[in-house]
């Protein structure tokens, strides 16, 4: 288990005196790694949680650059950025605010070719991508590396989040076995309902690394923020589901790695 620097003592003392948190949590927190997929107005902002939480590093994954209407909602960035690679200014406003968490920048997107040794090289993922291809492969892989994922999700007013424990509990294709169609570029967002969600998702993490409380494990969290509805939903592993299910095309293997749920706070 890693130290902390009197500094970081500092900086995390108002956390650290949380109930069931203290000095423990804060290092695993220190210790962790944490895979953020698309970097905008959710994965952006949760990463910005994280980083001011003391995750020890994080890992952003954007392709593309910047956009003059992705401006009402991504706080990491600067008018002055606009045209330019995004995950870039991402990395470097968190290490402004943090410069004691390691922040690699991948400007690529999610894809077949990269996402295995992009979920191997962390502890667990948050999935904020833009599109269900990417969230696909994302899940897939978490599923085939036994790598926790919080998946997060909004489309105007509306929202939804859950942990996806590999074997444990369903997966994104056991939710949602029918993809819909979304077009990156005609859904409306307001800057607040993804500040709202992605503050969620970093609590989500958050929990799952250092088991402190208990996060939404087989529940699907709903929100719809236009009327301040909050809704817990039930949700089941699907056994003849393709990715995760009995015949799935990789099983279980104690060898893929890092063990679930509280062993993520070990």
Known sequence: MVNLTPTELERYRRQIMLPNFGELAQKRLKSATVMVTGVGGLGGTAALYL?????????????????????????????????????????????????????????????????????????????????????????????????????????????YLTTIIPGVTPCLSCLFPEKPDWDQRGFSVLGAVSGTLACLTAMEAIKLITGFSQPLLSQLLTIDLARMEFAKRRSHRDRSCPVCGNNAPWRYSQSNSMETTSNCSQ
Request: aromatic share 4%.
């Open 51 to 159: 980083a001011v939480a003391g995750v020890g590093r994080l890992v952003l994954v954007r392709g593309g650059d910047l956009r003059l209407d992705d401006m009402n909602r991504q706080i990491l960035m600067t008018d002055d950025w606009v045209g330019k690679p995004r995950v870039l200014k991402a990395k470097e406003t968190l290490e402004a605010i943090n410069p004691d968490v390691q922040i690699d920048a991948v400007h690529e997107y999610i894809t077949a070719e990269n996402v295995d040794s992009l979920v191997q090289s962390a502890d667990m993922a948050l999935d904020c991508a833009h599109n269900f291809d990417e969230r696909n492969l994302l899940n897939e892989a978490c599923v085939r590396w036994r790598k926790p994922m919080v998946e997060a999700a909004m489309d105007g007013m509306e929202a």
